[in-house]
C-alpha cells in the first residue's frame, strides 16, 4: 500500500483545515487508518483511527474538534481539524494496516501500522 498525504499548511488559531490521505495498492475498507502526528523533538503521538468497517477513535486532544471520514470511491481519508490550536502544530502523517472487510478494530499504536505517508506540515499561527 502507497499513502499520499496532503494537505497542510498555515492557518491562524481557530481555523480549519482538511488533510487528505490518498492510498493506493488496496481499498480503503480492507484498511484500518491512522492519523499520527509529530513535533520535532517529541514522540509522535496518535490523533485519529478509522477501522475498515468504519468503527472511529479520537485522541482526548483532538475530540470535538477533528473529524476523520473516508470516500471509498475516491480510496481517500480525509481529518477535518476545526478550532485549530498552536498545539495542533505537527507533521501529520496517515498510516495503514492491512485487515481486511468488516474489522471493527482500532489499532491505537503507530508499531501496528504497515505503511506510512510521507507527512504534510500543519502549523498554527497568528
Known amino acids: 500500500v502507497q499513502l499520499q498525504a496532503f494537505g497542510g499548511g498555515l492557518v491562524q488559531p481557530g481555523g480549519y483545515l482538511r488533510l487528505s490521505c490518498a492510498a493506493s495498492?488496496?481499498?480503503?475498507?480492507?484498511?484500518?487508518i491512522g492519523w499520527f502526528r509529530q513535533v520535532p523533538g517529541k514522540v509522535r503521538e496518535g490523533v485519529s483511527w478509522?477501522?475498515?468497517?468504519?468503527?472511529?477513535h479520537y485522541a482526548s486532544s483532538v475530540q470535538d474538534r477533528f473529524t476523520i471520514s473516508r470516500d471509498n470511491s475516491k480510496n481517500v481519508v480525509y481529518l477535518q481539524m476545526n478550532n485549530l490550536k498552536p498545539q495542533d502544530t505537527a507533521v501529520y502523517y496517515c498510516?495503514?494496516?492491512?485487515?481486511?472487510?468488516?474489522?471493527?478494530?482500532?489499532?491505537?499504536?503507530?508499531?501496528?501500522?504497515?505503511?506510512w505517508g510521507q507527512g504534510t506540515e500543519v502549523t498554527v499561527s497568528s
Open positions: 478509522l477501522s475498515s468497517d468504519g468503527n472511529i
Open positions: 495498492g488496496s481499498t480503503l475498507d480492507t484498511l484500518a
Open positions: 498510516a495503514s494496516k492491512a485487515v481486511g472487510y468488516g474489522s471493527y478494530v482500532i489499532y491505537i499504536q503507530e508499531v501496528e501500522y504497515d505503511s
